[in-house]
């Protein structure tokens, strides 16, 4: 049998929806997933730009996104890095206020960068009321994590976005 030119060309673009969809159907499927640990990661990538992935800040919030809404500790790290990509206005509209509070629902169950974050916000008074209390109260939680080198870095990463992600 033989397919003239326009009925290849029509072919061709069928076969081409059909694996668009399929394609499509396999990435909202791992995506919809409860595998909070590898949206973040894929989050993160897609956030640093490292692993030979582009850096695509709106993909990044994604993958971050639906981790946000999984379960583990991986859940406060992906609303963490919500919060920084508000915070810097990353792939989103800066909203600093918004940033704070993504990192107040954070600290609470862990996350020692949320809890850095509040340290640094609350001592300086800086998108929130000035409060020595909470500040010491968010020191006493993250500093078994980090040496004072750490804490300076990731405070400069914090207003500073530009300066090359060290991964957190």
């Known amino acids: 049998m033989i397919i003239n030119?326009?009925?290849n060309k029509k072919m061709k673009t069928i076969v081409f929806a059909a694996l668009m969809m399929l394609t499509s159907a396999f990435s909202m499927a791992q995506i919809s997933s409860e595998a909070?640990?590898?949206?973040?990661?894929?989050?993160?990538?897609f956030l640093t730009?490292?692993?030979?992935?582009?850096?695509?800040?709106g993909k990044?919030?994604?993958?971050?996104?639906?981790a946000s809404k999984g379960?583990?500790?991986?859940?406060w790290q992906a609303i963490t890095?919500?919060?920084?990509?508000?915070?810097?206005?990353?792939?989103?509209?800066?909203?600093r206020q918004y940033a704070v509070k993504l990192f107040e629902q954070s600290a609470p169950m862990g996350n020692e960068f949320a809890q850095l974050y509040l340290y640094y916000l609350y001592w300086n008074g800086e998108y929130?009321?000035?409060?020595?209390?909470k500040a010491e109260y968010w020191w006493n939680q993250c500093k078994e994590y980090f040496d004072v080198e750490q804490m300076k870095?990731?405070?400069?990463?914090l207003y500073h976005p530009e300066v090359k992600f060290r991964g957190y």
């Open 60 to 66: 990044a919030m994604k993958y971050f996104t639906i």
């Open 128 to 133: 929130v009321k000035k409060d020595k209390a």
């Open 81 to 95: 890095y919500i919060g920084y990509c508000y915070f810097n206005g990353l792939g989103v509209p800066q909203d």
């Open 5 to 7: 030119h326009y009925n």
């Open 36 to 45: 909070t640990y590898e949206n973040c990661s894929i989050g993160y990538k």
């Open 71 to 75: 379960t583990g500790d991986f859940k």
């Open 153 to 157: 870095n990731y405070i400069i990463e």
């Open 49 to 57: 730009g490292q692993f030979d992935v582009p850096q695509d800040f």
